[in-house]
Each structure stands twice: as C-alpha cells, then as structure tokens.
C-alpha cells in the first residue's frame, strides 16, 4: 500500500511559478509510474503531467505543456511538478497518483494510488 502526500502549493500572481512535490511512502520498493492531475471548482479531473520510472519517459497535458516540467527522485522517493508562468486558469486543486503500470497514462482510473491534493490559486 502507497501512501501519496503533496505539498508546495499556495497562492501566486500570474506568471509566478510553484514547485509541488508528492512524497511516497509504504510499498516503495516497487516501481510506481506517477501522474499528476487537477481538478478545479465545477470542472471534471485534468490530466497533467506523466512521469515513467525511470524518469525518462514523460507526457503533459495540452493546457501546460512548455510551462510545467515532473521530474522524480527515486532514491527521495519523491515526484516534482515545477509550474511556472502560471496563469489563473491553472488554479485547481492538485493530485499525484501512482500505479505499477497505465495503458493510457491520462486516465486517472487507471491510477492505484492517490494522494489528498494541494491547493493551487493563481491570482490575476
């Protein structure tokens, strides 16, 4: 059993950037493939960012890419999402989740484990 926690998030202007990290523990020794996914008042759960084990595969979402990058550290047992030039429409609640493996990496039911999320606020 993986337990997921985020952290990072806050209140930032426009343009700003946030580093958001998701610490796993419990369960770590197997090779998790991580995803990160937001969800804003109202709106149906996005798909944001896709990281492999060994961190060399990644895929983004439509709405971020060029602006936000994951990355991981496996020996800190720890997934990254680095935002900058943050508009207010990214503002949401944030998600990592984990599984041993995805057929499709932007479906979060295909995901095992998630965490409680962060929130995100760009202000205008």
């Known amino acids: 059993q993986v337990q997921l926690v985020e952290s990072g998030g806050g209140l930032v202007q426009a343009g700003g950037s946030l580093r958001l990290s998701c610490l796993a523990s419990?369960?770590?020794?197997?090779?998790?493939?991580m995803g990160w996914f937001r969800q804003a008042p109202g709106k149906e759960r996005e798909f944001v960012a896709f990281?492999?084990?060994?961190?060399?595969?990644?895929v983004y979402g439509d709405s971020v890419k060029g602006r936000f990058t994951v990355s991981r550290d496996n020996a800190k047992n720890t997934v990254y999402l680095q935002m900058t030039s943050l508009k207010p429409e990214d503002t949401a609640v944030y998600y990592c989740?984990?599984?041993?493996?995805?057929?499709?990496?932007?479906?979060?039911?295909?995901?095992?484990?998630w965490g409680q999320g962060t929130q995100v606020t760009v202000s205008s």
């Open positions: 419990g369960g770590t020794d197997s090779q998790y493939v």
């Open positions: 990281i492999g084990w060994s961190g060399t595969v990644t």
């Open positions: 989740a984990a599984a041993n493996e995805v057929d499709n990496v932007v479906e979060g039911r295909q995901y095992d484990y």
